[in-house]
């Protein structure tokens, strides 16, 4: 059966420190990779990897002024990712972070949101055990 986390029970840490007002979580994890081809042939043989590459994103309600002093300071940071719903749960690590880049807007009729992109040595997921 599929995990299904929901927004409202779940929480964001960025160096132990709840973030107030995420609106979401995004991240991407890619393998840099070439492909081996046998001499004289058009068929794939092997694949061997690389470099890996974490991004992630935090889209906040307004501002964070924790977030925005590591974007301007170029500090390293930690952020956790507490994904629940119900029974089910999983933390997303991310470790050695650096922010990227701070994006700001606000639209008529709406609320102004933050966008902090950062990149990250490396994501950790771990469902938790079941009871």
């Known amino acids: 059966m599929a995990k299904v986390f929901t927004a409202n029970s779940s929480g964001v840490l960025v160096d132990n420190e709840p ?17 081996v081809y046998a001499l004289g042939g058009d068929e794939r043989v092997a694949v061997y990897y690389g470099a890996r590459r974490v991004r992630g994103r935090l889209r906040v309600a307004s ?3 924790s977030l925005d002093t590591l974007a301007a ?8 990712c507490n994904l629940r719903h119900g029974q089910a749960s999983r933390s997303v690590a991310f470790d050695d972070c650096f922010m990227e880049s701070k994006e700001f807007a606000v639209a008529s009729g709406g609320h102004g949101e933050t966008v902090y992109s950062f990149s990250a040595t490396r994501v950790r997921e771990e469902d938790a055990a079941a009871s």
Not at 19 to 35: D, I, K, L, P
Not at 73 to 80: D, E, I, N, R, T
């Open 63 to 65: 501002v964070s002024p």
């Open 19 to 35: 973030v107030e007002g995420v609106r979401s979580v995004e991240y991407q994890q890619t393998r840099e990779h070439n492909e």
């Open 73 to 80: 300071s170029g500090a390293a940071f930690q952020v956790v």
